[in-house]
Nanobody
Framework: QVQLVESGGGLVQAGDSLRLSCAAS????????MGWFRQAPGKEREFVAG????????FYADSVKGRFTISRDNAKNTVYLQMNSLKPEDTAVYYC???????????????????WGQGTQVTVSS
């Protein structure tokens, strides 16, 4: 079992930056693919970014490519999402997730991720 706890969300203005963190505990997530998803009110949960083990491969949704960067510190069991040039449409609850079924291939399907955090709210005002 892996427990994931997100932090770093908040209320910012358009153009600002935020860095989300996801701390893992319990069984090591060292060889898992890690991902970030988000869910806006009235919308389905969508893939944002993913990173392979040990971190050589990353994959991004088109909507965040060039603005968001995912990274991981395996020694600290922590995954990060650096979000720059934030837009109002980035407003959502952001979830960290762990995919124990893959190591190298970053998957975008939420059903591949077995472990989820509780989410952290990101609100971007215009």
């Amino acid at each position: 079992q892996v427990q994931l706890v997100e932090s770093g969300g908040g209320l910012v203005q358009a153009g600002d930056s935020l860095r989300l963190s996801c701390a893992a505990s319990g069984r090591t997530f060292g060889n898992y693919v890690m991902g970030w998803f988000r869910q806006a009110p009235g919308k389905e949960r969508e893939f944002v970014a993913g990173i392979s083990w040990p971190g050589g491969r990353t994959f991004y949704a088109d909507s965040v490519k060039g603005r968001f960067t995912i990274s991981r510190d395996n020694a600290k069991n922590t995954v990060y999402l650096q979000m720059n040039s934030l837009k109002p449409e980035d407003t959502a609850v952001y979830y960290c997730a762990a995919d124990p079924n893959h190591t190298v291939v970053v998957t975008t399907a939420s059903h591949e991720y077995d472990y989820w955090g509780q989410g952290t709210q990101v609100t971007v005002s215009s």
